[in-house]
């Protein structure tokens, strides 16, 4: 019986429907065009230059209507029962506290602006998995375009890091770094170690993505490579259906592919830039060894103070864009090698560290609430993932989707803690995709409706 059939007997009544959507059926051509125009929107996004610009501005505007576009196709259908329900309503919440503060903090329209985008993209990208996620083939078009913009954007950033900067690989650091690489690196280990389709192309995709993270010396980088390794491996240590084992054939053989990866890597990399090994000998032992952990945690400390210099700030808020500055206990441990100003240099963009941020901006009622709905992403990503491997289809690429939506979201959390996603409006929008992805079937977990999600 195939899978889809299986499906419509297991959801009753109303599965023809169901089976109707999953064919694609429900999907136009025009949406699908809209659709491919909601994700390239910011593929050519571009870091190091304050404000905006005119290329900028087209890209929001591209976006919004495409996602106009997309909202008028599926009448707006917004998630109004579950957890899907429930996480979007509280980041509703937490955008309207957010701006409310910012409204009596007379913060100015700019920062307010730049700041909250992100933010909203993030809703958009979430809305948007779970309207067309529900379709096999907008799902299929949703996550092959998702690829195909992270791969632009990671060429892209190079070019224009290198353009902007005048700097050489040399030289540079993150610059370079697409903030798309946790899903373009995502997408490399799913075709690799676990479908095991397009395994040259996903070889050389991880062995460029691997390169440029080295090259940068970034290695806050290195702990998205350690959340999807560790994901990836997870599904290798356990069979479909019989439970873990302790060690199998599958294993031992991407264990060698992996160490093939790293060592073609490396080598990359080395050509690239000869004195590699020297800037990562200074980045790990040298003088600057712990200073960007440690302006991170004054950046996050400092957020703290403000927020909690009277009641009123904390409970609700600040505002976004509102400025802070580093917190000056700190100054005696990174006050020697700072290099962009001193310690009361004031910042309003979110800062490195996502997670004090939304108690930051609406306050740490509603603020904790919104963070706990990004956590409780999390746990739908792991429960998404422990579902996959009960289940006999667990490496189709059937499942690719759920797959690339559960790692992808865990990679970009994992880059939360020295990258904030929400700088950044590419990172943003495909964490929201990411995350509906995992939400856009709810109807079975993938062991009962037999993974029919592309």
Known sequence: MSLERRAVLDLGEGGDQWHRDRCGLGMSRGAMVALVLFVVSFAFDFKGRSGGSI?????????????LWLAAVYRLRLPFSGWSGLLFWLWVVFLAAGSVAAFFSEIAPGHYIRTIYPFVLFAEGYLVALWVGRDIKGAGVLVSTMLWVGIVSCVFTVWWGLHFTGMGFGDIRYQILSPLIPFVLVVGV???FISGRNRFWAFVLLVFVGALIMVSVTRGMFLVVGVVGA??????????????????????RSGIVALGVIAVMLVVAAVVAPDLWGRWLYRMFGAFQATSLWMRVAAAVGQWHQLTADLSSLLLGKGFGHT??????????????????NMEASMWYPGEFMWITPLFYSGVLIGTAASGMLLLGVMRAVRTMRDLLRSPEWRSMRVRSLWLGSLGYLGFIGASFTANPFIFRQSALFMGLSLGLIYAIQSRPPSKIGGVVA
Do not use: C, K
Request: hydrophobic share 45%; charged share 5%.
């Open 55 to 67: 290329a900028q501005y087209a890209m929001a505007v591209v976006n919004s209507i495409s996602f």
């Open 190 to 192: 799913f075709d690799l």
């Open 231 to 252: 994901g990836a491996l997870s599904a290798l240590m356990w069979s479909g259906s019989s439970g873990p084992v302790s060690l199998s054939r599958q294993t031992v």
């Open 324 to 341: 802070y500055h580093y917190a000056s206990e700190y100054a005696a441990t990174i006050g020697s090698y700072w290099r962009i100003g």
